[in-house]
């Protein structure tokens, strides 16, 4: 194993969006984050320009940019199958036939969901499971033409993936086994989505990716190798995981053919909260074979990796590929609740090929990076070659852009006040994706569940 920590001295502090009056700024090598792109460097602090309070109380844009609100939680599906489900998190968007746009919505519902995903005969996996996916079909003005169930009777979807032959992985987040929380079977798997016809993939749990607190997965386009995140609540703390299909890029069913499941090890480094120089490099990173990949008696992150041990981090969330590496986020750490040290969130860097792992990006006040409310959550390529970051923590709740260039700003903001006006609370935002051309951006607020489908000067 070879380290190296790059001078604290090429840390670039980019301004925050002053016109909010919050302290938002991002440091550290991103010209490493976006492949191709210009060095980072501080541009000023307007993005778009400042966000201008909607009249109606929903979603405060820049000027010049609006809203379509495609979906709400409560609402009658346009199928006739139900109620739109509670709880919308990850989200992707895919190409189809005249213009049209297929998304993918998940439905965190535990086994207290509000309104679950309704039972559908054939694409229902466990009747007492109440999370699922939905599935809009969106003409090229994003009319919303059909909303239905895409899968149902699985728990806690939270976030997921796009395959490069166009299907959605999506991701329980539970380790829930039949008996408990009322559930007829196991939880916590990996399920595939067909966003065109959900029927073809019906509701097969993939179970050779592993039974765990899944998060988010993100494809390798040249190999096929699936990576995936735990969001694993209590120490210890989850892993970053590879899957290596028996068929790689196979294809539509593909997965469900097996294969191996691998965690990552850093040689030396049994937590990644320790890390906190930007730019630290971490050569001939291990893959390590999963003893129980179904953690038929015990969690994996449990499980008994050999001499050596195995890497876990806090919060492991946000999973995106991006030219030729993987990204994946740690959304905060925190020594109270067991971590080895504290930050606010992290962006890691995987690059297969140099079998390297590099700290792109730290989040906290001892990094000169500072974010209103929690941390980092689910993040997207932008098609600009920036990026788009949920926030997820408290108070009124943001989505921020990063530029190419490196200059950070709001994007968003969320108004729906689900509290009161003594304790006031936001539903966080989550599954922001672009459409394939570009053109629209669609974020989901959680609580209420709501999908938008934001236009406007994207290419200024």
């Not at 998304?103 to 995903?117: F, I, Q, S, T, Y």
């Not at 040249?222 to 290596?244: N, W």
């Not at 120089?277 to 992150?301: C, L, N, S, Y």
Request: some cysteine.
């Amino acid at each position: 194993m070879t380290t190296t920590g790059r001078s604290a001295t090429r840390r670039q502090m980019l301004a925050g969006t002053g016109a909010l009056g919050v302290g938002i700024a991002f440091s550290g090598a991103l010209s490493e984050l976006f492949a191709g792109s210009a060095a980072a460097q501080g541009l000023g602090h307007t993005g778009y320009g400042p966000l201008v309070p909607d009249p109606k109380g929903l979603l405060d844009l820049p000027e010049g940019f609006r809203y379509r609100v495609l979906s709400r939680e409560g609402d009658r599906l346009r199928s006739g199958e139900g109620k739109v489900p509670s709880n919308h998190d990850g989200m992707s968007a895919f190409a189809g036939r005249e213009g049209r746009v297929h998304l993918v919505r998940n439905h965190e519902n535990r086994a207290d969901g509000k309104v679950p995903v309704p039972t559908i005969e054939g694409l229902t996996y466990d009747p007492a499971g109440k999370g699922g996916c939905t599935a809009l079909t969106l003409d090229s003005r994003d009319n919303v033409l059909s909303e239905r169930v895409a899968i149902a009777g699985t728990a806690v979807n939270c976030a997921g993936g796009p395959t490069p032959w166009g299907t959605w992985l999506t991701c329980e987040e539970t380790e829930d086994k039949a008996g408990t929380n009322g559930y007829t079977k196991d939880h916590g798997f990996i399920f595939e989505v067909d966003p065109v016809d959900p029927r073809r993939t019906g509701a097969v749990p993939l179970t050779a990716m592993g039974r765990f607190q899944h998060e988010a997965i993100a494809v390798d386009p040249r190999r096929g190798v699936v990576y995936e995140t735990e969001d694993a609540f209590e120490k210890p703390f989850g892993l970053f995981y590879r899957f290596l299909p028996k068929k790689p890029l196979g294809g539509r069913g593909s997965l469900r053919a097996g294969g191996r499941l691998q965690a990552m090890r850093v040689p030396g480094v049994p937590d990644l909260s320790t890390i906190q120089e930007i730019g630290a490099e971490f050569d001939d990173i291990e893959w390590v074979d999963v003893p129980d990949p179904r953690a038929a008696q015990t969690p994996i992150r449990f499980q008994d990796f050999g001499r050596g041990g195995i890497t876990h981090a806090q919060k492991l969330e946000g999973c995106y590929w991006g030219g030729r590496s993987v990204y994946f986020v740690s959304s905060f750490a925190r020594r109270s609740d067991g971590s080895t040290a504290d930050h606010y969130g992290q962006i890691w860097r995987y690059d297969p090929e140099r079998r390297r792992l590099t700290l792109v990006i730290v989040f906290g006040p001892d990094t000169d990076v500072q974010m209103p409310g929690e941390s980092p959550d689910n993040i997207c390529l932008a098609p600009s070659g920036g990026l788009m970051v949920s926030e997820d923590g408290n108070g009124a709740q943001h989505v921020y852009g990063v530029t190419r260039r490196g200059e950070v700003y709001a994007m968003a903001r969320g108004r729906q006040n689900i509290g009161t006006p003594e304790e006031p609370e936001w539903g966080e935002f989550a599954g922001v994706t672009f459409s394939p051309d570009g053109d629209t951006m669609y974020v989901n607020c959680y609580t209420p569940g709501t999908t938008f489908a934001v236009t406007g000067p994207w290419r200024r």
